[in-house]
Structure formats: C-alpha cells, structure tokens
C-alpha cells in the first residue's frame, strides 16, 4: 500500500495521541532506539521543530526540520517480564517521520 | 620502585602510555587548526576552562531556588531554558526540560523520575558539568531502561511499588534535568543551604536529597 502523501513540516499528531514507531532498520546516523520499534505509545508532549539527525550527521542541512514528540510507553508492553510496577514508563524523543497513527 | 634520599615508598606506574588513535587525531587536528590560524591555543585552554568549571552546584541551583519559590518552579517547568536566564545562568544550548518528582497526592500516585540516553551520553553539561563515568557506561546505557528499579537499588535507592518511576531517554534535541522532591524538615532554610543537599546524582535521578538532621551545627546563614 502506498503511504499518502504528506508535508513533512506539518505537525499530525496532538499530546495524548496514540503513535506506533515504525519498525524500521535505515542505515545511517538514526535517534530512534532499536528496542522502542514498533512499539505503541502516548505522545506526552510535541517539543517542536528540529532539523532531522539522520541529514545533520551528513552535513546536510536536515530541512525541512522535522516535529519531534516525546513519546511515552509503558514498561510492561516494552519489556516481556518487566519486573516493576505496572505504571511505569519509558519517555523518548522522536521524530514525526518514525511515527504512525495507531 | 625507587629509593629516595628522604623516603622509600612504591610509587604507581606513569599514565603516559602512547596516544590512542583519537587522542592522536584529537592532537593533530588541534594543531593543524591554530596552525591555520582558526583559533589560538589560548583559545582551546579557556574553552577547556570553561567547560571544567561547569559543575552541579549550578543545577542546584536551580533545584533550589525552584523549592523556594513555587511560582518559579512553574516557570521552570513550564519553560527551562528561560528559567535558568532569569536566575543568571545560560540558557544553553539545548532544549532543558526539567522533570518532578512528586509525592502521593489524592489519588495521584508518586512519581520519580531518572534520565538515561542508551544511544551515547546526552546530558545537560552547560548546567551539570561533565556526566560521570557510570552515566557513559553501556551497563547503565542498557540496564536503566531494562530493569531500572534493579540498577536504582545498586545505587542505593529503594523505590517502592507504588511509586510510578518514568525513565526519561534522552534521545535527541532534548536535556533533562530532575526537580527532585524537598526533604522534609527544611522549613525556613536559605537556599544556599537547601542547595548543598541538592547532588549531581539526584538530578539524575539515582539518588534523592536527604536531610541529615543529626546534624545540629548551622551551616551557612
């Protein structure tokens, strides 16, 4: 399936909105950690726009700048076995173009 | 070992083994740089200088005035970067987004917060200093998102069940500091002595600021 078309600047998604991260293994200069792909979450709160890493590593400017999301998981659908209690969360910084409505 | 005229003791072995590769490169291309004239030696001994005098005190700082003062805690939490401005400090580089840690409240469970970056060693050195040799390590990097109550406890720190821990990954443009909570029996204390409970690891988020009461003798004023 094709994905649509969207503006890469345009911020989609608001705090409290549901988000998958993709599940994804681009070579290069990458800021979404391995374990978190695929995993669904909460945006917390959006941080605003920053030029993508993943250009700026290359000396490419890394426009246009990309709205970045803190992102928050809960352990428990992170880690299978994890040992603490069942409120517990991991927040994490990413970037809209790793992020999926979900 | 060596026989001195006054004393006789073993001393340890010089720590001037040949450069790794990068220090290596890192001499090099400091000295090709001032060659050309990009900048002076001076220049990179005050920036080193600079950045060694950069320590936690200005985080408790902070942490500090934020305990004293709620309506500037609101603002730090609202808007880091321009909290530091108004106290005198840098505002820095990065995006400073400060996180509370907060007792039980109604129906609100604790929380305690503690910051990582499994991807290399984000830290907010322009208000912390530089990060300690722990935070770099890939034991801490990998472990204090997997199991972080087990590594809070290697630390010392105890959290119990109901406290909602949020591991913070610091993975972008984004710094953390924790605000963490005032010890109880502080009432009426100066900032400057509030301050001197408030230690780099705390803000981290490994430890808690604790008031020693035993300790009767004033400090400060």
């Known amino acids: ?102 | 070992m060596h026989a001195h005229p006054d004393h006789d003791h073993p001393h340890p072995p010089d720590d001037d083994d040949a450069l790794t590769y990068y220090q290596a490169m890192e001499v090099a291309v400091r000295e090709l740089l001032i060659e050309k004239g990009v900048f002076t030696a001076d220049e990179v001994r005050r920036q080193v200088e600079d950045m060694d005098s950069r320590t936690p005190a200005r985080g408790a700082k902070v942490v500090a005035h934020a305990w004293a003062d709620p309506t500037y805690k609101a603002r730090l939490l609202a808007d880091g970067n321009s909290a530091l401005e108004e106290i005198g400090l840098d505002r820095g580089p990065y995006k400073l987004v400060v996180v509370e840690n907060t007792p039980a409240v109604s129906d609100q469970a604790p929380v305690h917060n503690v910051i990582v970056c499994t991807l290399c060693s984000c830290y907010p050195r322009w208000l912390l200093g530089l990060p300690p040799d722990w935070y770099k390590s890939r034991a801490y990097r990998s472990r204090m998102v997997r199991e972080p109550r087990a590594v809070l406890r290697e630390f010392g720190l105890e959290l119990p069940e109901e406290v909602v821990l949020r591991v913070h990954d610091s993975t972008a443009d984004m710094r953390y500091l924790v605000l963490p909570g005032r010890p109880s029996g502080t009432g009426g204390w100066s900032e400057e002595r509030l301050a001197a409970m408030v230690t780099r690891d705390c803000m981290i988020g490994v430890a808690v600021p604790t008031c020693v009461t035993q300790d009767a003798s004033p400090r400060g004023t």
């Open chain 1, 1 to 102: 399936m094709k994905r649509p078309r969207i503006d890469p600047m345009a911020q989609r998604f608001q705090p409290g909105d549901s988000v998958r991260v993709r599940r994804a293994d681009p070579p290069g200069h990458v800021r979404t950690p391995w374990y978190i792909r695929g995993h669904t979450g909460v945006v917390e709160r959006v941080c605003g726009l920053y030029p993508n890493p993943e250009e700026l590593a290359y000396a490419r400017p890394g426009l246009p700048a990309q709205p970045l999301y803190r992102v928050r998981f809960l352990q428990r659908q992170v880690w299978p076995g994890y040992s603490g209690g069942a409120r517990d969360t991991v927040d994490i910084e990413i970037y809209q173009h790793w992020l999926d409505s979900a």
